[in-house]
């Protein structure tokens, strides 16, 4: 693929620019959600091979390193790998953040992602140098540290996440508040009976 625009990465740790992916959600740029595909689509057996298309049912996000991006972009980044961020569980991941380190030197190294969250089968994409690197994920449901993907390969983060709280409407409150002063109004008056019986 020609060499378009590159803009500093700050994914990594380096500082190294990486070309700008074409068809993200709001344009083209080094990093975001990857607009015209989820895990529905075929092409997720490639990312994360498993029997289901969400993968194994306790895997709430992976990682995924692809050398050639023909089959999303048309054509491969020279000297770069994609990796993908994938919600492969059914809460919406939050408070992520993402650190390559090409020197692996530092596996602590995160950096916000550009995205507030990523919702159920979205996939996040950035280009990467194309040798060894640590990669480090962090987000509301748990961490990788320190960890290597080898081409073509990926890595999941598994776990037992609740769904998303759904916030009860002030009237169910209200209702609990006045069950709860009733069944205490019955009790008092229930005492007060058997005391005068005594």
Do not use: Y
């Not at 975001?32 to 029997?51: C, V, W």
């Amino acid at each position: 693929m020609s060499a378009g625009p590159t803009a500093l990465n700050p994914l990594i740790s380096t500082g190294i620019s990486t070309p700008f992916l074409p068809d993200l959600e709001g344009g083209a740029g080094i990093s975001g959600i990857f607009a015209p595909f989820d895990l529905t689509d075929p092409l997720a057996n490639r990312l994360f091979p498993f029997d289901t298309p969400f993968g194994p049912g306790s895997a709430v996000a992976g990682l995924s390193r692809v050398t050639d991006e023909t089959p999303f972009f048309g054509g491969s980044f020279e000297d770069f790998d994609l990796l993908v961020l994938a919600n492969l569980g059914e809460t919406t991941l939050r408070d992520l953040q993402l650190g390559i380190d090409p020197t692996e030197t530092d596996p602590n190294f995160l950096a916000p992602l550009s995205i507030a969250s990523l919702r159920t089968s979205e996939l996040f994409m950035t280009l990467i140098p194309a040798d060894g690197t640590f990669f480090n994920f962090s987000s509301n449901i748990g961490s990788i540290s320190g960890e290597r993907i080898a081409d073509n390969s990926s890595i999941t983060l598994f776990g037992k996440v609740p769904p998303d709280p759904i916030p009860l409407p002030g009237a169910a409150w209200l209702f609990a508040s006045a069950l709860m002063g009733t069944a205490w109004t019955k009790r008092s008056r229930r005492n007060k009976t058997c005391a005068h019986e005594f």
